[in-house]
């Protein structure tokens, strides 16, 4: 479904990709493991667009995506969850629904693809009238999965689902990830809790300073003993 080639990318100076390589394959979970600053998330943004690489190519579903503006990844079938949610905090939780479907016309497809939402996120159907910003950390990450799944996506990235939410919230964010995998979803995860992140995908790659180091199955790189010492410690 996804394979990036040889992918270099900057941030000015900085040379954040170095000749990355990577495949996600339909109906996966694949997780990208790294420390802060290794490029996980410029991975992420090389993918939907917000970064162009210098070299190298993105292609999706064999389509070279590699120069193409956001919005149109976004209606090819790519949604991305950035680090930090970014829902839009004065728009009402419905309002940012409707944002994730902001091609879609037909009133009947908004609506069951909200029905779908309110199924993995009960607790969003409460609070359709309030604010986005006034909503807890974890509510706010339900709703941002929540708006990336009203574009019915093929392939779903997440950046740091988990990041700042109390271990319970966390739990459930990891159960909704796995059963939409699932239902069929194909999930490119990019995850601070490296030990969590494993045990749930199929297949894990390790970045390093914008490198892959290592790949592997998920369980085969969850019992590594280098990747336990480094990112499961």
Do not use: C
């Amino acid at each position: 479904m996804l394979q990036l080639v040889d992918v270099h990318a900057y941030y000015g100076g900085i040379h954040a990709l170095k000749g990355l390589n990577m495949t996600v394959e339909k109906g996966e979970i694949v997780t990208l493991i790294g420390s802060n600053g290794a490029g996980k998330s410029t991975t992420l943004k090389t993918i939907s667009g917000q970064v162009i690489p210098k070299t190298g190519k993105v292609l999706f579903h064999g389509g070279d995506i590699t120069k193409q503006p956001p919005h149109l990844t976004a209606l090819s079938g790519v949604a991305h969850v950035p680090e930090g949610r970014r829902i839009f905090p004065r728009l009402t939780v419905l309002e940012n629904l409707e944002m994730g479907a902001f091609s879609v016309k037909d009133k009947k497809i908004i609506k069951d693809r909200m029905e779908r939402v309110f199924h993995y996120f009960p607790r969003i159907k409460e609070r359709l009238s309030q604010k986005g910003g006034t909503m807890s950390g974890g509510e706010q990450q339900m709703l941002a999965i929540g708006r990336a799944l009203m574009s019915q996506p093929d392939l779903l990235m997440l950046d740091e689902p988990s990041m700042g939410l109390a271990p319970i919230v966390v739990e459930q964010i990891f159960e909704i990830i796995t059963e939409l995998n699932k239902e069929g979803m194909t999930i490119l995860l990019v995850e601070q809790n490296a030990y969590q992140a494993l045990q749930i995908a199929h297949r894990g790659y390790i970045i390093q300073t914008g490198e892959i180091k290592m790949a592997g199955l998920g369980k085969e790189l969850i019992n590594d003993d280098i990747v336990k010492e480094a990112y499961l410690a």
